[in-house]
């Protein structure tokens, strides 16, 4: 993925997740959803590092996660709508989402969820004897679920070619990392388990994609599991309406001025790859992107009620 397409898919993750709190909002969809604002280059960088044939598992705010991935901004609005165009027919919504066809294996509601899958799906990796490895996103909070050490420990065990991807955001809901971490890196843990680790700046792309692709090496290349931390921050609220009681204004305002898109525009516009007017242009051109994904979705129909029970095993 070059620079360019880079900066285009944050700028696409952006503009979908701002329109999915303003329909939450005005009640054009329903549920709930978390949405990614401030962490768009965890995403993206990560995206620009994998190859097709690799597989990601996600979290419940994993709609950049599939979108850098190379979902359809349409198609994934109207799984939030609950259409019958969305990528599981309008039954699954925000934390189902999944398309195994371009190696994305699902978000998941359940924190920490998707670390075994992604253990799972680099051990028929190795079985098989294919160049795939397993990349699992998880957050600050599940790393401190006990799945984690326990899938940790047997990949590190059975060498399995998986990246473990933890994006700390400094929370999990209303509770901050620092009051729920015993030691401030999560990327420490690897140590006892015998396993690489690095620590990064999850607001840098270009940080982002160097450090996630050495990773997959690493993994690709047989030498087993790696534990690696985007460090980012939330701009989101939790999930929707979350009216963000438990954080100073000042330090969302501090946040903001780290955010990653302007940052890299800043690295563009300073490396000429970009003007003024082309970055303009760039963000209009998402905007339309996101409001013709509204559209679609809003004039797809819903799922045929003859089909209730499509899909259904119990
Ligand atoms: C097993 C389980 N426990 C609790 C929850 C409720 N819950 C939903 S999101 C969340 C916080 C997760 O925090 P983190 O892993 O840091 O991810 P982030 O929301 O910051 O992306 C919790 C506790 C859940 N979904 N599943
Ligand atoms: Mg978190």
Request: hydrophobic share 40%.
């Amino acid at each position: 993925m070059d620079l360019l397409t880079c900066h285009e898919q944050m700028l696409t993750i952006r503009r979908f997740e701002e329109a999915v709190e303003r329909l939450f909002r005005e009640g054009r969809i329903g549920g709930t959803a978390h949405t990614c604002i401030g962490q768009e280059a965890v995403a993206v960088g990560t995206a620009a590092a994998l190859q097709p044939q690799d597989a990601v598992t996600s979290t419940h705010r994993g709609h950049g996660h599939f979108l850098a991935r190379g979902a359809e901004p349409g198609r994934l609005m109207a799984e939030l709508f609950g259409r019958a165009t969305g990528y599981l027919r309008g039954r699954g919504g925000s934390q189902m989402m999944m398309d195994a066809s371009i190696g994305f294996y699902g978000a998941n509601g359940i924190t920490g969820g998707s670390i075994p899958f992604a253990v799972g799906l680099a051990l028929d990796a190795k079985l098989r004897g294919t160049k795939r490895v397993a990349l699992c996103f998880f957050g600050d909070g599940a790393a401190s679920q006990g799945v984690f050490h326990e899938t940790l420990n047997l990949a590190a065990l059975w060498k399995l070619p998986v990246v473990f991807l933890c994006e700390n955001n400094g929370y999990a809901m209303s509770t901050t990392a620092s009051r729920s971490l015993a030691h401030p890196h999560v990327a420490d843990r690897a140590t006892v388990y015998g396993i690489a680790s690095a620590q990064t700046d999850g607001n840098d792309l270009l940080a982002v994609r160097q450090t996630v692709a050495d990773a997959l090496d690493h993994a690709r290349c047989g030498h087993g599991p790696f534990l690696l931390e985007c460090r980012t921050y939330r701009l989101s609220g939790h999930s929707r309406g979350d009216p963000r009681e438990y954080r100073a204004r000042d330090e969302e305002t501090a946040a903001w001025q780290r955010e990653p898109i302007a940052r890299f525009e800043a690295y563009l516009l300073a490396q000429k790859l970009a003007t003024d007017a082309d970055l303009t242009a760039r963000h209009a051109a998402a905007k339309a992107r996101i409001e013709q994904a509204i559209q679609f979705a809003e004039e797809s129909p819903l799922p045929d009620a003859a089909s209730v029970a499509q899909g259904v095993f119990a």
